[in-house]
């Protein structure tokens, strides 16, 4: 069954004209069929339409199911994004269907993409929630400043992933179960020294994802899917 987004669902009981046309006109649902909506927060609905129409499709709710989420802790990635915009792209999806709770985009020292459209993102993050049917919708930023992200963050365990050859720890085993977490992922350039070093003066703790040199949108992965897999 394909899955609506309704983030207004306790004030409205209406499609946004986006999930009308799509509901209507393209997937033809009508009057009494049943679709299924999410308000993001990790309620789904069950709800039966009443008025099939292409811009202001409304419905009637049967049933609500509130859903916990797969994972008990707090994930938010910060990444510098790429030249290429497709791959943050590509990232950004991946990391949703994974279950990340929230996403940074970050302007670094040797970032090649210095501006960015949250807007398109947005509309890719809720692309891939209703795909993977999942009734949480994770928090995506405005491209952040390094030094006043890393001032910033409040999650209990704070690390940074780089290549520089120093001593680092592995990722997979500095995942504590149940504590909230940000992993930072620079550009292609990688993070400048210093960035690394203010970053580690404010308690960021440096990681490896693994033995393999990873582009900027693969560590993101690995690094989501690390600490997911690391709290089942």
């Known amino acids: 069954m394909y899955l609506f987004y309704t ?3 306790d004030t409205s009981h209406c499609l946004n004209e986006e999930e009308s046309g799509h509901c209507v006109r393209v997937l033809r649902y009508g009057q009494g069929d049943e679709i299924l909506l999410t308000d993001g ?14 811009k202001h499709c409304e ?3 049967v049933s609500q199911e509130r859903q916990e989420k797969g994972h008990h802790f707090y994930l938010h990635i910060a990444i510098a994004p790429t030249k290429n915009v497709e791959r943050i792209e590509w990232m950004v999806e991946k990391c949703t269907e994974i279950g990340v709770d929230e996403i940074t985009p970050l302007l670094c020292h040797f970032s090649e993409r210095k501006q960015l459209r949250t807007d398109r993102l947005e509309k890719i993050v809720l692309s891939a929630a209703k795909q ?4 949480y919708l994770p928090k995506l930023n405005e491209l952040t400043d390094f030094n006043t992200f890393v001032r910033g963050v409040k999650e209990q ?3 940074i992933a780089h290549c520089y050859k120093e001593d680092k720890k592995v990722l997979r085993d500095e995942i504590q179960r149940g504590r909230d977490v940000v992993i930072l992922i620079g550009p292609e350039g990688d993070f400048s020294e ?5 970053a580690m003066t404010l308690g960021f703790v440096p990681v490896s994802l693994g033995n393999s040199r ?19």
């Open 132 to 135: 993977s049917l999942t009734p």
């Open 194 to 198: 210093q960035e690394i070093r203010d």
């Open 214 to 232: 990873l582009r900027t949108e693969t560590a993101g992965v690995v690094a989501c899917h690390t600490a997911i897999l690391m709290n089942e």
């Open 7 to 9: 983030p207004d669902i």
């Open 157 to 159: 365990d704070k690390f």
């Open 59 to 61: 419905f009637e709710i």
């Open 41 to 54: 927060r990790g309620t789904t609905y069950t709800a039966r339409i009443v008025n099939p129409h292409p």
